[in-house]
């Protein structure tokens, strides 16, 4: 297995200056699913719309320098993973019905290992927590309500990825979080509340934005 900080170039997409890397525990892995039904048959589809939102989206625009990476283990086909490149992605809008339907469309596509590039920016393959541990650059970062407050970290290696772990709206599993912390350079929250995923996501560019502007 290849360093996680060594060059690889199936995954183009990795490269983004911020990752958020949001691990799914019932999200569906086949597209069989409604845009009706988001928040139940589709296995909390719409918490991952609104991740792909926080982590891209800005008023009018698109966050170029950042990738949002979905670890799909719902059934019934995992594992999958779903990666949308701010750089690249087209037709992304502010609603989830919208964004799952972008979604929808990837799981579309048969893939033997991957990644294949379902429409522009929005990539899918058989990858898992391991495997995307193993190819990411940069520092890793667990978000985590019992980490330190990110408003406590003096320095960010601004001209290193940035690489954002989170889960969905259910708790890490221990191995996950076990995988995940072994690797990981510091174990941070976003504030003394518990926050849902998607607005994790929103506190850490804001943090980060306001840092870069000094």
């Given at each position: ?18 990752n ?29 719309a ?53 979604m929808?469309?990837a ?16 990539y ?9 541990i193993d ?7 667990l ?48 504030g ?23």
């Amino acid at each position: 297995m290849s360093s996680r900080h060594g060059e690889n170039e199936m995954l183009p997409y990795s490269h983004a200056r911020r990752n958020f890397i949001v691990l799914s525990h019932r999200a569906r892995t086949a597209p069989d699913f409604t845009l009706n039904d988001l928040c139940g048959a589709a296995g909390r589809w719409d918490v991952l719309a609104r991740c792909i939102g926080s982590a891209l989206l800005i008023s009018h625009g698109i966050r170029e320098d950042s990738a949002v990476h979905l670890l799909l283990s719902g059934e019934p086909d995992p594992p999958k993973t779903v990666s949308v490149l701010g750089s690249r992605v087209r037709y992304l809008n502010p609603d989830e019905r919208s964004t799952a339907a972008l979604m929808k469309k990837a799981l579309e596509m048969s893939i033997s290992d991957g990644p294949i590039e379902s429409t522009p920016g929005i990539y899918v393959s058989r990858m898992d927590l391991s495997g995307l541990i193993d190819l990411l650059k940069g520092k890793i970062v667990l978000l985590d309500e019992g980490g330190i407050d990110i408003m406590c970290v003096p320095d960010w290696p601004m001209g290193a990825p940035l690489n954002f772990f989170l889960s969905d709206d259910r708790e890490f599993s221990d191995e996950e979080k076990s995988a995940i912390e072994g690797v990981s350079d510091m174990t941070l929250s976003v504030g003394p509340v518990v926050l849902q995923s998607q607005q994790a996501i929103d506190a850490v560019h804001n943090h980060l934005d306001r840092y870069e502007r000094g």
